[in-house]
């Protein structure tokens, strides 16, 4: 069975940085796709970034582009989410998730089989 569990939520300030993590176990992950994603209080899930599992193809949603770093170690089947100059529209919790190895990488959360549980971030102005 796989499982993807987060870490690394929580209190943060406005301009501040965090790093969330992501343990992929159940199976070792060749090429499936990853991302993260997140839903503030009242909105729809949204699309952070993705990357494929070579680390080769990555892509940023507009409002994290040049402030969030999407990485991972194939060692540790790790998925991580660097932010950096955070603002308070980041407040969310956040998921990260993984496809099938048949599919790329995509904003759209219907593409993604696997879902972590969910961390909290929390900016605060």
């Known amino acids: 069975q796989v499982r993807l569990v987060e870490s690394g939520g929580g209190l943060v300030q406005a301009g501040g940085s965090l790093t969330l993590s992501c343990v992929v176990s159940g199976r070792t992950f060749s090429r499936n796709p990853v991302a993260w994603f997140r839903q503030a209080p009242g909105k729809e899930r949204e699309y952070v970034t993705g990357m494929s599992w070579s680390g080769k193809v990555t892509h940023y949603a507009d409002p994290v582009l040049g402030r969030f770093t999407i990485s991972r170690d194939t060692d540790t089947h790790t998925i991580f989410l660097q932010m950096n100059n955070v603002k308070p529209e980041d407040t969310a919790v956040y998921y990260c998730?993984?496809?099938?190895?048949?599919?790329?990488?995509?904003?759209?959360?219907?593409?993604?089989?696997?879902w972590g549980q969910g961390t909290q971030v929390a900016v605060s102005s």
């Open positions: 998730a993984a496809g099938l190895a048949t599919m790329g990488v995509s904003a759209s959360a219907q593409n993604y089989v696997y």
